[in-house]
């Protein structure tokens, strides 16, 4: 073999890869017609960019190129976040729900004192509308309590009195009289007589709406002053 043949013999991989320039080419296809040598190489070679053309681009450059360290993974996040947003939401609905049971039930106990049904045996159920403390309009030694009870269209009034003691001049025997002022009206409803530690209820039903009551009254029959009185 000559050094001319020698020194293309390192050209048959470039020849069938097509990396030769074009004056290299056409000088290197010249040789081959009178090198055998060549030619033969040239034959082994031939299937060579076929072959390379089934490999990716990946696995060739790992081929030819040092690997490089692979990236640290970063771990994957959104369903980890995605997660605990909707928990967050979750806790701000049941909040919510709580809160809303909160004060619906606070609605309930606060309107139980301004409607309070009560039945007794035998009787339809009834409905409390007021009840409250009298206030002295003098100085007395009574205190007493009232309350109106919706019965149908009539009103139940139920009044407890006690007589505390006999200063200021009260003697031991004072007589008292309940009213019911509705407008221009005063109806008398009872009296009693009462002295120290003198207890009683006054129980007594009239045909009116507790709407038609505007206030009720215990007024001294002596005097004929309203002594205790409640504004419905």
């Given at each position: ?38 030619q033969e ?6 299937g ?15 081929m ?11 771990p ?10 909707q928990?967050r939401?979750?806790r701000?609905r ?21 409607a309070?049904?009560v ?36 009103t139940r009034?139920?009044m407890?009195?006690?007589y ?14 309940l ?9 008398p409803?009872d009296?009693?007589?009462?002295g120290?530690?003198?207890e009683?209820?006054v129980d007594r039903?009239i045909d ?5 009551i ?9 005097s004929?002053r309203?002594v205790?009185?409640?504004e419905?």
């Amino acid at each position: 073999m000559t050094d001319l043949a020698d020194e293309y013999s390192t050209w048959d991989a470039a020849y069938v890869l097509g990396s030769l320039g074009a004056a290299e080419r056409r000088e290197y296809e010249a040789h081959l017609r009178d090198c055998p040598h060549c030619q033969e190489a040239i034959a082994e070679l031939a299937g060579m960019p076929g072959m390379l053309g089934l490999v990716d681009r990946d696995t060739a450059l790992s081929m030819v190129a040092s690997p490089e360290p692979e990236p640290p993974r970063v771990p994957d996040l959104l369903p980890s976040l995605a997660a605990a947003a909707q928990r967050r939401r979750t806790r701000r609905r049941m909040f919510g729900i709580g809160g809303a049971v909160s004060a619906a039930a606070a609605a309930v106990v606060i309107a139980v004192p301004v409607a309070v049904s009560v039945a007794g045996s035998g009787t339809p159920t009834e409905q409390i509308v007021a009840q409250q403390q009298m206030q002295a309009l003098e100085q007395t030694p009574i205190s007493a309590q009232v309350k109106l009870v919706r019965d149908g269209e009539r009103t139940r009034l139920v009044m407890t009195c006690s007589y505390g003691g006999t200063s200021n001049g009260y003697g031991p025997s004072w007589n008292y009289r309940l009213v019911v002022t509705m407008g221009d009206q005063r109806i008398p409803l009872d009296q009693w007589p009462a002295g120290p530690g003198t207890e009683l209820t006054v129980d007594r039903t009239i045909d009116a709406p507790p709407e038609a009551i505007d206030a009720v009254e215990i007024t001294s029959m002596e005097s004929g002053r309203t002594v205790l009185v409640a504004e419905v």
